[in-house]
C-alpha cells in the first residue's frame, strides 16, 4: 500500500515538473489580454490607392495563410473595389475589409457567441464556438465574411482556420498582440504609398486620430450607425 | 354532435409501404449528402460566400414555417373552441412536430459544423434571434407533445383546452421568430422589415392547412375512411381565406418598399427583371400558389371536390417554396450597395448578381427533410389514434355552434 502511495505521489511530482515550464511559458502570454483603453482602427485615404494595386491584399493573403483565390467559395479577408460615380464618371478604389464595427451586427445575430468583440474593437470568430450557420454573413453589411468550404492544409500555426467556420480580416491580430501593425498596412507602406494608417483611435495623440481630425474621415454605410473602427478618407 | 372515434390506420397497404420506403430511400440520401458535405465541404453545394444561405434553407424554413401553420385546424378545436375541428385536432398536431422536425434535421445537417450542436444548445448569445429559435423550436416540441398528449388520452383530457391555448401562442411567438430572422438584416435592402412577421404568420398558416389538407385527404382515401364534401369544402374555404391574406401581406410589403427609393433597385429586381426569381414570383408563388388555389378553393363547381382541393393545396404548397425561394435566395443575389450612387466592381463579386444554382448534395439534403416529415406523418396515423374513424358529413353535422 506504502509502495502505490509513494510511487503515485513521486508520478504527480514527475507529472507536476514536467507540465509546469509549459504553464509558465503559457501564462505571462495569457496574462497580457486585451485592454479597453485602445481601440484599435485604421484609416484608409483612398486618394493615395491606385487601381489595380493589390499589395494589401497580397499581404493580408500571405500572412494568414489564405490561397489567393478569388473563386466564389474563396474566402477573401480584404478586397480592393474600384468604383465609379454614376453621374460624373469620377473613379475611386479603395480595400474593403471587416470594418470592425463598435456595433457590430455579426456578433449581435451570432447564436453561440462565436462571432465576438475584444475589448480593444477587434471583431473576431472563436473558431470552437462556430457552427458555421453563416448567420454573420447575411447580417454583415459590408460582405466582409468568408466561410471555408473546403479542407485546409498547411495553416499558419498563429493563425488558426476551420472547413465549415466563418472567418474575416482579424486587423493581423497576431501581429498587433506581438506590438506590430497589420500586414495590409505594412504592405501599404512599402509600395510607397501609405493609403492605410493603423493606430488607437482611442488615443488622440495617435498618427490615425491627429490625421482624422485634420483631414475628417467617413464611415462606410454610416446610415447604420454601427461605429466602424475603419474610415476612409476621399469618398 | 356525438363522439367521433380516432383509430390508428392499418398501414399495411402497398400504398403506405409505398410511400414509408420512399421516405426511407430519401432519409438515407439526405445522410448520405451530409456525409458527403462534412467531408469534402460546402464546396460541393451551390452556395458560395456571395450566396451563403441556399435550398437547404428555403425547404427547412418552409418546413419550420408549415409547422407552425399545421397546428391551425387545432388552434380552431382549442383555442377558438370550434367544435367541428376537433376530431381533426389530433393530426394537426402531430403534423406540427413531424414538419419542425424535417425542417431542423436540414437547417442542423446543413451546418458548417453540425458535429458541434452540442455547442449550439450550450452556448447562448441572447441577442441573436437564432438563440432565441432554439428555445421557442424546443419549446414547441414540449408545449405540442403535451397537447397532443391531452387530447390522444383521456385521463388527461381536461387540459386540452390550456394546453390548446398555449400552443397557439408559442406558435405564433415562433413564426415571429422565424420571419425575424429575416426582418433583423439590417443590412440587405430586401430584408429589414417588421412587417416580415406578420406575413411569416399568415403565409405559414396557408402553408400548414394545405399540408394538413393533402395529409387528410391522402389518408382517408388510403385507410378507406369517409371524408364528406362538407369537410374538404370548409377547410379549403378557410385556406382561400388565409391564401387571400398571405396574398395581401406580400402586397403591402412590396408596395412598402416600392415607395422607398432606396429599395427600387431591389424591388425592380426581384419584380420585374430578376430573371428566376421574378418567374418564381409572379407565375409560381401568386399566379400558381396563390390565385389558382383561390378560384379552385371557392368555385362553386370545384370547391369541397377532392381532387381539385388536392390540386389546390398542392399549388399553395408549391408557391409557398417559391416564395421562399424568393425571400432567402433572391434577396441574397441582389448585391449589397455599400456605395449608392456608384458602380462597383471587385474580385469577390461585389455590384453584380450572384447567381446560385443548387446542386445535387444539397437537393438531396433538403428532399431529406420532407421525407423526414412524410415518414413521421405516417408512422404517426399507423401508431397513434390521429384520424377519425368517419368524416362523412353526418359525422360531423353542422348546427353545433361550430360556425
Same mark, same amino acid.
Given at each position: 500500500?506504502?509502495?502505490? /502511495?509513494?510511487?503515485?505521489?513521486?508520478?504527480?511530482?514527475?507529472?507536476?515538473?514536467?507540465?509546469?515550464?509549459?504553464?509558465?511559458?503559457?501564462?505571462?502570454?495569457?496574462?497580457?489580454?486585451?485592454?479597453?483603453? *485602445?481601440?484599435?482602427?485604421?484609416?484608409?485615404?483612398?486618394?493615395?490607392?491606385?487601381?489595380?494595386?493589390?499589395?494589401?491584399?497580397?499581404? =493580408?493573403? &500571405?500572412?494568414?495563410?489564405?490561397?489567393?483565390?478569388?473563386?466564389?467559395?474563396?474566402?477573401?479577408?480584404?478586397?480592393?473595389?474600384?468604383?465609379?460615380?454614376?453621374?460624373?464618371?469620377?473613379?475611386?478604389?479603395?480595400?474593403?475589409?471587416?470594418?470592425?464595427?463598435?456595433?457590430?451586427?455579426?456578433?449581435?445575430?451570432?447564436?453561440?457567441?462565436?462571432?465576438? &468583440? /475584444?475589448?480593444?474593437?477587434?471583431?473576431?470568430?472563436?473558431?470552437?464556438?462556430?457552427?458555421?450557420?453563416?448567420?454573420?454573413?447575411?447580417?454583415?453589411?459590408? &460582405?466582409?465574411?468568408?466561410?471555408?468550404?473546403?479542407?485546409?492544409?498547411?495553416? &499558419?500555426?498563429? *493563425?488558426?482556420?476551420?472547413?465549415?467556420?466563418?472567418?474575416?480580416?482579424?486587423?493581423? *491580430?497576431?501581429?498587433?498582440?506581438?506590438?506590430?501593425?497589420?500586414?495590409?498596412?505594412?504592405? =501599404?507602406?512599402?509600395?510607397?504609398?501609405?493609403?492605410?494608417?493603423?493606430?488607437?483611435?482611442?488615443?488622440?495623440?495617435?498618427? *490615425?486620430?491627429?490625421?482624422?481630425?485634420?483631414?475628417?474621415?467617413?464611415?462606410?454605410?454610416?446610415?447604420?450607425?454601427?461605429?466602424?473602427?475603419?474610415?476612409?478618407?476621399?469618398? | 354532435?356525438?363522439?367521433?372515434?380516432?383509430?390508428?390506420?392499418?398501414?399495411?397497404?402497398?400504398?403506405?409501404?409505398?410511400?414509408?420506403?420512399?421516405?426511407?430511400?430519401?432519409?438515407?440520401?439526405?445522410?448520405?449528402?451530409?456525409?458527403?458535405?462534412?467531408?469534402?465541404?460546402?464546396?460541393?453545394?451551390?452556395?458560395?460566400?456571395?450566396?451563403?444561405?441556399?435550398?437547404?434553407?428555403?425547404?427547412?424554413?418552409?418546413?419550420?414555417?408549415?409547422?407552425?401553420?399545421?397546428?391551425?385546424?387545432?388552434?380552431?378545436?382549442?383555442?377558438?373552441? +370550434?367544435?367541428?375541428? +376537433?376530431?381533426?385536432?389530433?393530426?394537426?398536431?402531430?403534423?406540427?412536430?413531424?414538419?419542425?422536425?424535417?425542417?431542423?434535421?436540414?437547417? #442542423?445537417?446543413?451546418?458548417?459544423?453540425?458535429?458541434?450542436?452540442?455547442?449550439?444548445?450550450?452556448?447562448?448569445?441572447?441577442?441573436?434571434?437564432?438563440?432565441?429559435?432554439?428555445?421557442?423550436?424546443?419549446?414547441?416540441?414540449?408545449?405540442? #407533445?403535451?397537447?397532443?398528449?391531452?387530447?390522444?388520452?383521456?385521463?388527461?383530457?381536461?387540459?386540452?383546452?390550456?394546453?390548446?391555448?398555449?400552443?397557439?401562442?408559442?406558435?405564433?411567438?415562433?413564426?415571429?421568430?422565424?420571419?425575424?430572422?429575416?426582418?433583423?438584416?439590417?443590412?440587405?435592402?430586401?430584408?429589414?422589415?417588421?412587417?416580415?412577421?406578420?406575413?411569416?404568420?399568415?403565409?405559414?398558416?396557408?402553408?400548414?392547412?394545405?399540408?394538413?389538407?393533402?395529409?387528410?385527404?391522402?389518408?382517408?382515401?388510403?385507410?378507406?375512411?369517409?371524408?364528406?364534401?362538407?369537410?374538404?369544402?370548409?377547410?379549403?374555404?378557410?385556406?382561400?381565406?388565409?391564401?387571400?391574406?398571405?396574398?395581401?401581406?406580400?402586397?403591402?410589403?412590396?408596395?412598402?418598399?416600392?415607395?422607398?427609393? +432606396?429599395?427600387?433597385?431591389?424591388?425592380?429586381?426581384?419584380?420585374?427583371?430578376?430573371?428566376?426569381?421574378?418567374?418564381?414570383?409572379?407565375?409560381?408563388?401568386?399566379?400558381?400558389?396563390?390565385?389558382?388555389?383561390?378560384?379552385?378553393?371557392?368555385?362553386?363547381?370545384?370547391?369541397?371536390?377532392?381532387?381539385?382541393?388536392?390540386?389546390?393545396?398542392?399549388?399553395?404548397?408549391?408557391?409557398?417554396?417559391?416564395?421562399?425561394?424568393?425571400?432567402?435566395?433572391?434577396?441574397?443575389?441582389?448585391?449589397?450597395?455599400?456605395?449608392?450612387?456608384?458602380?462597383?466592381?471587385?474580385?469577390?463579386?461585389?455590384?453584380?448578381?450572384?447567381?446560385?444554382?443548387?446542386?445535387?448534395?444539397?437537393?438531396?439534403?433538403?428532399?431529406?427533410?420532407?421525407?423526414?416529415?412524410?415518414?413521421?406523418?405516417?408512422?404517426?396515423? +399507423?401508431?397513434?389514434?390521429?384520424?377519425?374513424?368517419?368524416?362523412?358529413?353526418?359525422?360531423?353535422?353542422?348546427?353545433?355552434?361550430?360556425?
Amino acid at each position: 500500500m506504502n509502495g502505490r /502511495r509513494a510511487f503515485l505521489g513521486t508520478a504527480a511530482a514527475l507529472g507536476g515538473v514536467a507540465i509546469a515550464p509549459g504553464l509558465l511559458l503559457f501564462e505571462p502570454a495569457r496574462a497580457k489580454g486585451a485592454s479597453s483603453k *485602445v481601440r484599435w482602427g485604421m484609416l484608409v485615404d483612398t486618394t493615395r490607392c491606385a487601381e489595380g494595386c493589390t499589395a494589401c491584399v497580397s499581404a =493580408c493573403n &500571405k500572412e494568414n495563410g489564405l490561397s489567393g483565390g478569388t473563386g466564389p467559395d474563396d474566402s477573401q479577408w480584404i478586397r480592393k473595389i474600384e468604383l465609379k460615380e454614376k453621374t460624373t464618371g469620377r473613379t475611386l478604389s479603395l480595400p474593403m475589409m471587416c470594418q470592425h464595427c463598435a456595433e457590430p451586427p455579426c456578433v449581435d445575430v451570432c447564436p453561440t457567441g462565436a462571432s465576438f &468583440k /475584444r475589448a480593444d474593437g477587434i471583431v473576431l470568430v472563436d473558431r470552437h464556438l462556430c457552427i458555421g450557420c453563416r448567420y454573420c454573413m447575411m447580417a454583415c453589411p459590408y &460582405k466582409a465574411r468568408s466561410f471555408v468550404h473546403e479542407p485546409l492544409h498547411d495553416q &499558419k500555426p498563429d *493563425v488558426p482556420r476551420g472547413q465549415g467556420c466563418v472567418e474575416s480580416c482579424t486587423l493581423c *491580430v497576431q501581429r498587433v498582440d506581438r506590438g506590430e501593425g497589420p500586414a495590409c498596412v505594412e504592405a =501599404c507602406k512599402t509600395e510607397g504609398r501609405e493609403a492605410l494608417l493603423f493606430g488607437d483611435l482611442n488615443d488622440p495623440n495617435s498618427a *490615425v486620430s491627429k490625421r482624422m481630425r485634420e483631414r475628417g474621415a467617413k464611415q462606410i454605410r454610416a446610415d447604420l450607425q454601427l461605429d466602424t473602427g475603419v474610415r476612409y478618407q476621399g469618398i | 354532435m356525438a363522439t367521433i372515434a380516432l383509430r390508428e390506420i392499418e398501414g399495411r397497404s402497398r400504398g403506405w409501404w409505398g410511400l414509408f420506403a420512399l421516405a426511407g430511400l430519401l432519409v438515407l440520401g439526405m445522410l448520405f449528402a451530409w456525409h458527403a458535405m462534412e467531408t469534402r465541404g460546402h464546396v460541393i453545394t451551390g452556395m458560395t460566400n456571395q450566396v451563403v444561405w441556399g435550398l437547404p434553407h428555403v425547404i427547412a424554413v418552409f418546413l419550420i414555417v408549415a409547422a407552425s401553420g399545421a397546428l391551425n385546424v387545432a388552434s380552431a378545436a382549442s383555442a377558438f373552441d +370550434k367544435r367541428f375541428y +376537433k376530431p381533426l385536432a389530433p393530426l394537426s398536431a402531430w403534423l406540427a412536430l413531424v414538419l419542425l422536425a424535417g425542417g431542423l434535421a436540414v437547417l #442542423g445537417l446543413d451546418l458548417g459544423r453540425s458535429d458541434r450542436l452540442v455547442v449550439a444548445m450550450t452556448h447562448f448569445n441572447f441577442k441573436s434571434i437564432f438563440a432565441w429559435n432554439m428555445f421557442l423550436y424546443s419549446g414547441f416540441f414540449a408545449i405540442v #407533445g403535451a397537447y397532443l398528449w391531452t387530447m390522444l388520452d383521456r385521463t388527461v383530457g381536461r387540459h386540452a383546452t390550456l394546453a390548446g391555448r398555449v400552443a397557439f401562442v408559442w406558435r405564433l411567438v415562433l413564426t415571429t421568430g422565424t420571419g425575424s430572422i429575416f426582418g433583423f438584416l439590417v443590412a440587405r435592402e430586401a430584408y429589414a422589415s417588421a412587417l416580415l412577421a406578420p406575413t411569416f404568420i399568415v403565409l405559414s398558416i396557408a402553408y400548414g392547412m394545405a399540408i394538413y389538407l393533402l395529409v387528410l385527404i391522402g389518408a382517408c382515401a388510403g385507410a378507406g375512411r369517409p371524408l364528406g364534401r362538407g369537410v374538404v369544402e370548409r377547410i379549403g374555404r378557410l385556406l382561400g381565406w388565409f391564401v387571400l391574406a398571405g396574398l395581401y401581406f406580400v402586397a403591402v410589403f412590396h408596395l412598402t418598399n416600392l415607395y422607398l427609393a +432606396k429599395q427600387a433597385g431591389v424591388e425592380r429586381f426581384l419584380l420585374l427583371d430578376g430573371g428566376v426569381y421574378t418567374s418564381l414570383f409572379w407565375v409560381v408563388q401568386v399566379l400558381l400558389g396563390s390565385v389558382v388555389p383561390l378560384v379552385i378553393l371557392w368555385s362553386p363547381a370545384t370547391r369541397g371536390r377532392r381532387g381539385a382541393t388536392v390540386l389546390a393545396a398542392a399549388l399553395v404548397v408549391l408557391g409557398g417554396l417559391a416564395q421562399m425561394y424568393v425571400t432567402i435566395i433572391g434577396a441574397q443575389a441582389w448585391p449589397l450597395d455599400l456605395f449608392p450612387g456608384y458602380e462597383m466592381r471587385s474580385s469577390f463579386y461585389d455590384g453584380v448578381i450572384h447567381p446560385y444554382a443548387p446542386s445535387l448534395p444539397e437537393a438531396v439534403l433538403a428532399a431529406g427533410g420532407l421525407a423526414i416529415a412524410l415518414g413521421g406523418a405516417l408512422v404517426g396515423v +399507423k401508431f397513434l389514434r390521429l384520424l377519425p374513424v368517419s368524416l362523412a358529413d353526418e359525422a360531423l353535422a353542422p348546427g353545433d355552434g361550430a360556425h
